[in-house]
Protein backbone atom coordinates (compact mmCIF):
# COMPACT_ATOMS: atom_id res chain seq x y z
CA UNK A 1 0.00 0.00 0.00
CA UNK A 2 1.36 3.35 -0.68
CA UNK A 3 1.20 5.22 2.17
CA UNK A 4 2.49 8.99 0.37
CA UNK A 5 -1.08 9.53 0.31
CA UNK A 6 -1.59 9.44 3.62
CA UNK A 7 1.20 11.61 4.58
CA UNK A 8 0.33 14.19 2.23
CA UNK A 9 -3.51 14.46 3.98
CA UNK A 10 -2.17 14.50 7.24
CA UNK A 11 1.06 17.52 6.18
CA UNK A 12 -2.70 19.58 4.64
CA UNK A 13 -4.25 19.22 8.15
CA UNK A 14 -1.33 20.72 9.79
CA UNK A 15 -1.05 23.35 7.52
CA UNK A 16 -4.39 23.87 8.00
CA UNK A 17 -4.56 23.75 12.01
CA UNK A 18 -1.70 25.87 11.58
CA UNK A 19 -3.88 28.87 9.54
CA UNK A 20 -6.48 28.22 12.32
CA UNK A 21 -3.36 29.09 14.64
CA UNK A 22 -2.43 32.07 13.06
CA UNK A 23 -5.90 33.48 12.91
CA UNK A 24 -6.60 33.06 16.23
CA UNK A 25 -3.49 34.99 17.17
CA UNK A 26 -5.30 38.20 15.57
CA UNK A 27 -8.23 37.52 17.94
CA UNK A 28 -10.77 35.31 18.03
CA UNK A 29 -13.14 37.49 18.02
CA UNK A 30 -12.19 39.80 15.56
CA UNK A 31 -11.20 36.85 13.35
CA UNK A 32 -14.43 34.99 13.89
CA UNK A 33 -15.82 35.35 10.27
CA UNK A 34 -12.42 34.04 8.78
CA UNK A 35 -12.53 31.07 11.69
CA UNK A 36 -15.26 29.75 11.40
CA UNK A 37 -14.67 29.87 7.33
CA UNK A 38 -10.91 28.26 8.23
CA UNK A 39 -13.05 25.38 10.35
CA UNK A 40 -15.25 24.21 8.07
CA UNK A 41 -12.68 23.93 5.40
CA UNK A 42 -10.29 22.18 7.56
CA UNK A 43 -13.09 19.77 8.45
CA UNK A 44 -13.31 18.90 4.75
CA UNK A 45 -9.90 17.59 4.55
CA UNK A 46 -10.09 15.87 8.20
CA UNK A 47 -13.29 13.98 7.21
CA UNK A 48 -11.70 13.03 3.87
CA UNK A 49 -8.44 11.88 5.66
CA UNK A 50 -11.00 9.74 7.78
CA UNK A 51 -12.77 7.76 5.36
CA UNK A 52 -10.05 6.86 3.20
CA UNK A 53 -8.60 5.37 5.99
CA UNK A 54 -11.30 3.64 7.58
CA UNK A 55 -12.30 2.63 3.92
CA UNK A 56 -8.89 1.78 2.99
CA UNK A 57 -5.78 1.92 5.29
CA UNK A 58 -7.23 0.25 8.32
CA UNK A 59 -8.82 -2.87 6.71
CA UNK A 60 -5.67 -3.49 4.68
CA UNK A 61 -3.47 -3.04 7.81
CA UNK A 62 -6.20 -6.17 9.74
CA UNK A 63 -6.08 -8.31 6.42
CA UNK A 64 -2.05 -7.93 5.79
CA UNK A 65 -1.15 -11.16 7.52
CA UNK A 66 1.65 -9.96 10.04
CA UNK A 67 0.05 -9.52 13.42
CA UNK A 68 1.64 -6.60 14.87
CA UNK A 69 0.96 -4.88 11.91
CA UNK A 70 -3.26 -6.19 11.51
CA UNK A 71 -2.75 -5.86 15.90
CA UNK A 72 -1.58 -1.67 15.27
CA UNK A 73 -4.37 -1.23 12.60
CA UNK A 74 -7.15 -2.46 14.74
CA UNK A 75 -5.86 -0.36 17.60
CA UNK A 76 -5.70 2.71 15.48
CA UNK A 77 -9.02 2.48 13.87
CA UNK A 78 -10.52 1.46 17.59
CA UNK A 79 -8.95 5.01 19.04
CA UNK A 80 -9.73 7.30 16.16
CA UNK A 81 -13.50 6.94 17.21
CA UNK A 82 -12.77 8.74 20.08
CA UNK A 83 -10.63 11.50 18.43
CA UNK A 84 -12.88 11.69 15.61
CA UNK A 85 -15.95 11.89 17.37
CA UNK A 86 -14.16 14.94 19.51
CA UNK A 87 -13.23 16.92 16.74
CA UNK A 88 -16.36 16.79 14.42
CA UNK A 89 -17.94 17.81 17.84
CA UNK A 90 -15.53 21.00 18.32
CA UNK A 91 -16.25 21.90 13.96
CA UNK A 92 -19.93 21.69 14.63
CA UNK A 93 -20.05 23.92 17.72
CA UNK A 94 -17.09 26.51 16.85
CA UNK A 95 -18.17 26.84 12.73
CA UNK A 96 -20.32 30.14 13.13
CA UNK A 97 -18.68 33.27 13.61
CA UNK A 98 -21.31 34.63 16.35
CA UNK A 99 -20.36 31.54 18.52
CA UNK A 100 -16.68 32.67 18.21
CA UNK A 101 -17.02 35.96 18.73
CA UNK A 102 -19.14 35.31 21.99
CA UNK A 103 -17.16 32.65 23.31
CA UNK A 104 -13.68 33.28 22.26
CA UNK A 105 -12.07 31.63 25.34
CA UNK A 106 -14.11 28.14 25.60
CA UNK A 107 -12.88 28.61 21.76
CA UNK A 108 -9.06 29.07 22.60
CA UNK A 109 -9.46 26.18 25.19
CA UNK A 110 -11.29 23.12 23.07
CA UNK A 111 -9.24 24.08 19.96
CA UNK A 112 -5.95 23.44 22.32
CA UNK A 113 -7.10 20.53 23.54
CA UNK A 114 -8.71 18.91 20.33
CA UNK A 115 -6.21 20.35 17.93
CA UNK A 116 -3.37 18.78 20.06
CA UNK A 117 -5.02 15.33 20.45
CA UNK A 118 -5.76 15.37 16.53
CA UNK A 119 -2.19 16.27 15.93
CA UNK A 120 -0.84 13.60 18.41
CA UNK A 121 -2.48 11.14 16.54
CA UNK A 122 -1.20 12.02 13.40
CA UNK A 123 2.73 11.60 14.62
CA UNK A 124 2.03 8.79 15.81
CA UNK A 125 0.48 7.55 12.78
CA UNK A 126 3.50 8.92 10.97
CA UNK A 127 5.83 7.26 13.05
CA UNK A 128 4.17 3.86 14.22
CA UNK A 129 1.26 2.46 11.72
CA UNK A 130 2.55 4.08 8.55
CA UNK A 131 6.70 2.55 8.84
CA UNK A 132 5.19 -0.44 9.98
CA UNK A 133 2.77 -0.58 6.47
CA UNK A 134 5.63 0.38 4.61
CA UNK A 135 7.22 -2.24 5.82
CA UNK A 136 5.08 -4.77 4.75
CA UNK A 137 6.01 -4.01 1.04
Known amino acids: MNIDK ?5 LAILAAIDDLRRLARGGVAAQAQAIAEQIIAMSGLIKLHLAVEQRY ?3 AAQACGVASVAQLGRQYENEMHGIAGAYLDFAGRWNTPVRLAAEPEAFRSEANTVLHALFQRMRREDHDLYPAIESLA
Open 6 to 10: FKQQH
Open 57 to 59: LYP
